[in-house]
């Protein structure tokens, strides 16, 4: 994260080296006119090479990709036609556990800047404020996120010793209620390396550790961070510790030792658990570098019977995201119809956009996976990024047209009707093509009135005479509601509001039982709702 080379380059002037000659600290980028001091680089193509062709850009962007792990990563060259040369060198080692400590011992201020005081202030501040982090890096290595760059597969973690005095600092602050918000980092339940081998030899280039499936050397252990949690618990003045960063599900399950899900569920969960499946399309999923969407049901049937065992009534808030690459119309219908099917909407929801340095983004600009060079759909236009974002929030009334159109686009217009499968009823004017309500017909398998919303999650209703769609009071826009975990650390959001997270609660307590209901009696119907 930029301490190392803070430091060297800082070293490095104060002993009068002139800044031009800065050039061979790890972790930074230097423009050159010769590259006769630079060892083993690696040629990229030009920067007008990649301008021209796509391929060549995400060939490109690979050697980048590959070239990260500041064990065996090489310094990369890019040319220009001007005759500079764009240097980067190779990245700086992680930090060890007593730099991580120096770094976080610093006398931080603990607040926001002033000059934001007049705007009324950071709402995050609250959540922040009382968070604790505990690791850097990250071996997840999903596609669509720029942790790799950034931090690094290498796990870098701060000692028990270190946290727990933050703790102890945090209780004496007047405004503290007796809850630590988190205790985490990009993957709260990552506390030490994935594998022994790459702490002399680097983690692997072309292979993942949890993808596609959990490697054969992965280290799958929760000890250390439950002692952590433990001691932190007991201090005084600490009533509950959360963990609120997001925990690797995939990882978790691989633990054959239950305690870890235990104690998640008895202590650190409260109410609700944010995971992050992302989708529930195995063909998306591949492409976001995410396992396979048995492993999340398998964490999910875990995760409830834990709930059951320790007497707690909890859920789980998954994240989705919408217009991934490889996300065509289909797999969009189907993660509505998902959503369908557990009862669920989310409040929010995260659409994909393009931030420098991922693989996601590479296809997003080049419409090639550069893993494998192959061709992968990508919905750009942003059209049909309201239709699919607007597939998962598919019972806010202000969705319904764009609902409409994604339907009749995926050739799924089965999903409007009164069926209890279907998403939507149709629009009045459209009775004729789609049938009229049961109750008109003699049927009776319409429920009156409303489909399957919540209080707050923007119903889709259906009246008597317009069949068309209604919304309630509080409907889901996709915005967030609850100011006080906006820009939480590497959080998405949450629910911190009374009212987000009572009307979030009641809505999730619904679905796990209609998950059940639905999933019964929707294996039936679905065979007759096949894709026309
Ligand atoms: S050996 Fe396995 S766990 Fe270790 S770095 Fe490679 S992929 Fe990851």
């Known amino acids: 994260m930029g301490e190392h080379s803070i430091v060297e380059i800082a070293d490095a002037l104060n002993s009068g080296i002139s800044v031009k000659d800065v050039t061979f600290i790890a972790g930074t980028v230097y ?3 010769d590259l006769s001091s630079v060892y083993e680089p690696v040629m990229l193509p030009s920067y007008e090479e990649i301008l021209k062709d796509k391929e060549v850009f995400a060939r490109s962007f690979y ?3 590959v070239n990260t792990d500041p064990f065996t990563a090489k310094c990369l060259v890019e040319s220009y036609e001007s005759g500079d040369y764009v240097v980067q060198n190779v990245p700086a080692k992680p930090l060890t556990q007593s ?5 976080y011992a610093l006398s931080y201020m603990r607040d926001y800047h002033p000059c934001y005081k007049e705007q009324g202030g950071i709402p995050a501040i609250e959540e922040l404020k009382f968070s604790l982090t505990s690791n850097r890096g990250c071996f997840g290595g999903c596609n669509f996120c720029a942790l790799t760059f950034h931090q690094g597969r290498m796990i870098q973690t701060r000692s028990h010793e270190s946290i727990v005095s933050e703790a102890t600092l945090l209780t004496w602050d007047p405004e503290f209620k007796g809850y630590i918000n988190d205790v985490g980092g990009p993957t709260a339940n990552f506390r030490h390396t994935s594998c022994e081998k790459q702490n002399t030899r680097g983690v692997c280039l072309n292979k993942q550790c949890l993808f596609p499936k959990p490697c054969s050397n992965l280290k799958v252990d929760h000890t250390d961070y439950l002692s952590l949690l433990k001691k932190l618990r007991e201090l005084p003045k600490v009533k509950k510790v959360f963990i609120r960063s997001g925990i690797r599900f995939d990882y978790l399950i691989e633990d054959k030792d239950d305690t870890f899900m235990k104690e998640l569920c008895e202590n650190h969960v409260s109410g609700q658990l944010k995971v992050a499946p ?8 591949s492409m976001m570098g995410k396992p396979e969407n048995a492993v999340y049901e398998k964490f999910i049937a875990r995760y ?4 059951e065992e320790v007497g707690k009534k909890q859920f789980v808030v998954p994240y989705l995201m919408s217009s991934h690459p ?4 289909k797999e969009a219908v189907a993660l509505a119809e998902y959503l369908r099917d557990i009862g669920y909407m989310p409040e929010q929801v995260q659409d994909f956009y393009p931030t420098p340095s991922t693989v996601s983004t590479c296809m997003y600009y080049t419409g090639i996976d550069p893993r494998t060079m192959k061709p992968v759909y990508v919905p750009k236009s942003p059209h049909e990024k309201a239709m699919q974002r607007a597939l998962i929030q598919y019972r806010n009334p202000k969705n319904y047209n764009l609902v409409v159109e994604a339907l ?3 050739n799924r217009t089965d999903l409007i009707g009164y069926d209890k499968l279907c998403l939507i009823r149709p629009n009045y004017m459209d009775k004729d093509k789609f049938g009229s309500k049961p109750s008109e017909t003699g049927k009776n398998s319409v429920r009156k009135g409303s489909g399957r919303g919540t209080a707050n999650s923007g119903n889709v209703r259906g009246t008597a005479n317009s069949g068309n769609v209604r919304g309630t009071a509080n409907q889901a826009d996709g915005k967030e509601k609850n100011g006080s975990s906006k820009g939480s650390k590497g959080a998405r959001g949450g629910f911190g509001s009374k009212t987000g997270r009572s009307a979030q609660s009641s809505e999730l307590n619904r679905f796990e039982g209609r998950k059940a209901e639905n999933k019964n009696s929707g294996k039936k119907i679905r065979n007759t709702h096949k894709k026309k």
Do not use: F
């Not at 992302?278 to 999923?285: M, N, R, T, Y």
């Not at 409830?304 to 709930?307: A, L, P, V």
């Open 99 to 103: 730099e991580m400590d120096r770094v």
């Open 326 to 329: 490889g996300s065509t119309m």
């Open 304 to 307: 409830k019977k834990t709930n």
């Open 31 to 33: 423009k050159a006119r």
């Open 278 to 285: 992302e989708h529930i399309s195995d063909a998306v999923l």
């Open 408 to 410: 009749t686009l995926a």
């Open 63 to 65: 050697t980048q990709y």
